[in-house]
Each structure stands twice: as C-alpha cells, then as structure tokens.
C-alpha cells in the first residue's frame, strides 16, 4: 500500500504557526500589564511573581510527559487540544478575580504551552530533512517571537481600551480562533525521514542516550535560555535606569525608562524573529550546520560584552546582537536535535530541551539578582558572555568535524 503523499509544508507551517503566535497574546499580555492591574485582576503584588512564573514551574513537570505523549499519539490532535486549553487559560483570567483562579489559569497556559510548543517543534522537524530544516525550523520559531512581541504590545494598548477583563478575553477568543483554523485545517503529518542519529550507530537507544553533537545542542539551548530570558531580559530596565537615568530625551520628547525598556525589548524580539530564519535557511546551505551556530554564538559573545560595558553606545549596539543571537541559538538547537534523532526519539528529545530551557529561563532571574551585590550589574553580563564563549569553541570545533550525514 503506497504512503499518501506529504502535504505541502507551507500548508502545515501556516495553521500551525498561526496557531502559536495567537496562543501567546494571552500571556503576553499578562506579563505586560498584570504588575500594573492587580486591582482589576484581584491579587496583591506580591503574588504577581507567583503567577507570572508558575507556568513555566509546571512546565518543569509536564514538557517531559508531553514529549513522550507526542511520539505515542495524533501529533495533530495533540497540537489542536492544548490550543484549545490555552483558550480556556485566558477565559479563566477574563471572567474571574482573585489569586486562587489565576493560579488555576497559569497552571493550565503551563500544561498547554508544553503541548503547543513541544508539538509545533514536533511537527516541523518532521515536515522537512536536513537540507531545509534550519529554513522551517527557523520560519516556526518567527511566529514565535512574532506572538511574543506583538502580544505584549497588543495586550499594552488594548488594555487601555477595554481593561484587563476584557483584554484578556479578546486573548481567549484569539487562542480559540487559532485553535479552529488548526481543527480545521492543520493535517496530520508524519515524516518518513527518520533523522540522523549521533552516532549514526545508535537507531536502537534511548532518547536519553546523547551523543557528543546532541548533547551540545542541548547545552546551547539550556545556556540561550539562562543568559537572554533569565539574565538580560530580568535586567535590562535596572541597566538602562543606572545608565541613562529614570528618563531621557529623544527627538525633543521625554521617554521614561519603563518606554525605554520595554521598546527595547520588543526590538529584541523582532530582531530574534528575523535573525531565526534567515540564519536557519542560511545553515541549510553550509557543508556543517555548526558553522551557523558558531557565528550566532560570536553575537551573543560580542553583545553581552558590550553591554557590559555600560555606556549609551555599547548598550545600543550590544542589544541587537544579543537578540540576533538569541533567534539564531534558540531555532538552531531545535533544528540540531531533529537532525540527529530518530523519529521516535525527536519528541522525547524536545520534551527534555524544553524543560532545560525553562529551567533556565526561570533560574536566570534570582541568580542575576543574587550576583549583583558580588558582581554587579556588569559582572552578570561578562558572566553570561564567559558561559557563550565555551559554546563559540565548541561549536567551532563541531564544524570542523565531518558533517553527521
């Protein structure tokens, strides 16, 4: 019996890409207005950071389970559910007060952005073969950044608008309009490529089983997470408010630090949504993937120690090269992980990046805070540039090995 033919990947990409850039207004909306509308949601300050981080905490616990779930079960169906239970995160926060339900609502978005993320990440590596996948891959994580930044920025002026209540069910309905167009139009997709493993010797083993390239893929992703999320974007409004001051002038207009902050953030996230792409198509023309890595890693080197130095020039450019560096490392590693996995494996192997991911992003924070009163502000900087230094030499030293093929 012949196989059915593989859908067109543009024809996968767009329900599924839509689908998670939508999912994301939701929280994005909540990290960009909830310390400013406890009132309106009914919850004191101090429990904001409970909730802002409690779905990356339970995330620790299910991205496993997920990955395995998704090389047992429909990755479709998989993929359409926890959309479906991202919408319902956001109506729990539109239509209640109170930390008890918002707590209920963060632990939902947690469960449903392991399965929205580990599956997308699932099926993408699965539509393409090494020689597109970095272009895929990197086309995925675009919508990615394209639902972070734009749901904050949305979620900021709609909140304006109509309030938090209603800002957050417009989110709700967004979700589950995503969700309906991957119901209706999303096709199951299983690969027939079953991946190069690393050794090549090794069909047979465990997902946990990591070869030298794999596990270096998972350290790039792990210290991407500890160093761009945790570290620099916890602490970007404390460098800018010490270094330019509460506010400063541009073009004749007063710009408070808080504008200046998250402006820069959102360039960060559009520069990452662009350097994904075209970094990933540009790795799928080179002899050895690792090549790209390391000059994606040279960035983030450069960036962070720019930014150490503190002065109004070196934070400009410092922070363009660190998010070119944070889309190249992120959509890289997921794309390495497809190469060098089975079908079986990939699933279980994206469950378990993720969660390194996460753990990052969540013990970046408190660590860079710990460190300021040893290191200072600085210090965190040339800490995480001397953590990407070690990937630059390993991933230069990667691509001077024959290609995994």
Known sequence: MNRPPTPSPWRILIPLGLGTCLSLVGDATLYAVLPTHTEAAGVSVASVGILLSANRLVRLLVNGPAGVAYSRWSRRRLYVLALFIGALSSAICALSRGFWPLLVGRLLWGVSWAGIWIGGNVIVAEISDRRERGRWVGLYHGFFFLGAAGGAFVGGILTDAVGYHGTMGVAAGLTLFGALVAQLSLPEVRSGDDGVVDPPSAPARSALHLGPATAAAFALYGINRLVVPGVLNATLGLLLQQEVGPQIEIGGRTVGVATLTGSSLGLSTLIAMASAPILGALSDRTPNRWTVVAAGLVAGVAGFALLSVG??????????????????????????????????????????????????????????????????LRGNYVLSAALLLPMFLTALWFSRRRPEA
């Open 311 to 376: 002065a109004p020039w070196s934070i400009l450019a410092g922070i363009p090269l660190t998010a070119l560096a944070s889309g190249s490392n992120q959509s890289q590693s997921v794309t390495l992980i497809g190469d060098l996995s089975t079908v079986d494996q990939r699933s279980k192997r994206l469950g378990l990046l993720f969660t390194l991911g996460d753990l990052g992003s969540a013990v970046g924070p408190p660590l860079a805070y710990a460190l300021i009163p040893l290191l200072g």
